[in-house]
């Protein structure tokens, strides 16, 4: 089945040199972005996890033309499940195997400590989420971490530079928002039936329901405040998809 869319600085010791902390912009605004001259930034058509495509021929044979997709998605509504049946579909279609499709959700974080050579640690400083503890707060004064919008700042770009390569299925963290402006990009929101959500949950986390139902709510909540804080937007709002998937009268695969 095919479908077609159109239109689519604190102060910190001198004994923790390790990171420079920028203080929090103004509302709305990206932090300037302060990367060491050893540490370029990354390209927009290669990366960690693309590292087996060829690079975009010169001349006049260019690399053909790669779509990607993003999926924004409710908790328990099969983003996990229906992203890698969508990169399998696609691959299946496509005529070219030089370049197979990739979907970024969970691994999306290691993705960005590739990007920009951070320590493996950083990854437990980047929720999809902005409730931040006293002592993370401490910590990124001392600069023992990131800022918290210095790893958003380093996200957006990841994900830039993964839409600009294509063939990839992005999930989450405002994917939608960040390439609003690229022609070739499909957004996706997936909902469905709160009680069904914490029945896939019980299932795939092997959860009470009562632990589930919790982990729905909350988990909901952390990534509607991501996008509400990095994004000035309502998650649930159609107008930012092209199109909105209710989950529940179907199976993923459908």
């Avoid at 390209?43 to 993003?70: E, F, K, M, Q």
């Avoid at 290691?110 to 929720?127: I, N, S």
């Avoid at 919008?149 to 990839?168: D, K």
């Avoid at 589930?212 to 804080?229: G, L, Q, S």
Wanted: proline share 10%; hydrophobic share 40%; with cysteine.
């Amino acid at each position: 089945r095919s479908l077609t869319c159109k239109g689519h600085t604190a102060m910190r010791p001198a004994c923790f040199p390790i990171f420079s902390v920028p203080s929090p912009p103004a509302a709305g605004a990206l932090v300037p972005l302060r990367v060491p001259p050893k540490n370029p930034s990354p390209s927009l058509t290669a990366g960690p996890s693309l590292a087996g495509r060829p690079p975009p021929p010169a001349g006049n044979n260019p690399r053909p033309p790669l779509r990607a997709v993003t999926i924004s998605r409710e908790t328990g509504a099969g983003a996990i499940s229906i992203g890698q049946l969508v990169a399998d579909h696609l691959q299946a279609r496509q005529k070219d195997v030089r370049y197979p499709w990739a979907v970024f959700d969970r691994n999306l974080a290691r993705e960005v400590l590739a990007d920009f050579k951070l320590p493996q640690r950083v990854e437990q400083y980047m929720p999809e989420d902005t409730a931040r503890a006293t002592r993370d707060t401490i910590e990124d004064l001392l600069g023992l971490h990131p800022s918290e919008w210095t790893l958003v700042h380093y996200t957006n770009r990841t994900i830039l530079r993964l839409a600009n390569a294509g063939n990839v299925v992005l999930v989450g963290r405002g994917a939608n928002l960040i390439t609003a402006g690229l022609d070739h990009v499909l957004h996706v929101r997936l909902v469905g039936p709160e009680a069904q959500r914490i029945r896939h949950c019980e299932d795939f986390y092997h959860l009470t329901r009562a632990q589930a139902a919790e982990f729905v709510h909350k988990t909901d909540r952390a990534r509607a405040r991501y996008v509400k804080r990095h994004f000035k937007k309502n998650i649930a709002d159609p107008l930012n998809y092209h199109l909105v998937i209710n989950t529940g009268p179907v199976s993923f695969t459908e």
